[in-house]
């Protein structure tokens, strides 16, 4: 396990104390991984001093923005509890739940408009309704007739 305070200190100092708190999480492969959560070292300098060092690492948002920036929300996706800072919190603009990153769908109905955040269920039902319409104006075109744009 590597040392959370190595190279904080002089080469000769001596450690009197080390304290470290770490939480086990689990990695994308089912893998145990410490996170340091916070730690304390007291160590005797070459010159004869204490010095006391604390570290805490940051922490971070699921978008991967510090958590020092200010909260967006919580996603409302049924078992996400991912996070998400101000600048990348979105809700659906159909149903206005809150999305994380990983669960927002940008759909963009041309190109020429601006894409909007939809939640997976109203992206599909989006998409449902865009093919359906296709579908439909293409079995009206077989009963409707075009008006003749030459002029006899």
């Known amino acids: 396990m590597n040392n959370p305070f190595e190279g904080l200190f ?17 990695d994308d492969d089912g893998n ?3 996170e340091p959560i916070q730690g304390v070292s007291i160590h005797v300098s070459p010159e004869g001093s204490t010095d006391i060092t604390t570290v805490t690492p940051d922490r971070f948002y699921s978008c991967g923005h510090s958590a020092t920036e200010h909260l967006g929300g919580r996603c409302g996706e049924p ?6 800072c101000q600048r ?9 739940i809150p999305l ?17 955040p939809l939640c ?6 989006t998409i449902r309704k865009q093919i359906k319409r296709k579908l439909w104006n293409k079995f009206i075109s077989f009963f409707v007739q075009k ?6």
């Open 10 to 26: 002089n080469p000769g100092s001596t450690p009197l104390k080390r304290d470290s708190h770490f939480r086990i999480k689990v």
């Open 88 to 96: 990348c919190f979105v809700q659906c603009s159909q149903c206005l």
């Open 79 to 84: 078992g996400c509890n991912h996070t998400t």
């Open 147 to 152: 008006p003749n744009s030459s002029h006899e």
């Open 32 to 34: 145990p991984v410490l």
């Open 100 to 116: 994380c990153t990983e669960h927002t769908r940008w759909y963009q109905a041309e190109p020429s408009v601006k894409p909007v």
């Open 120 to 125: 997976q269920r109203c992206f599909e039902k």
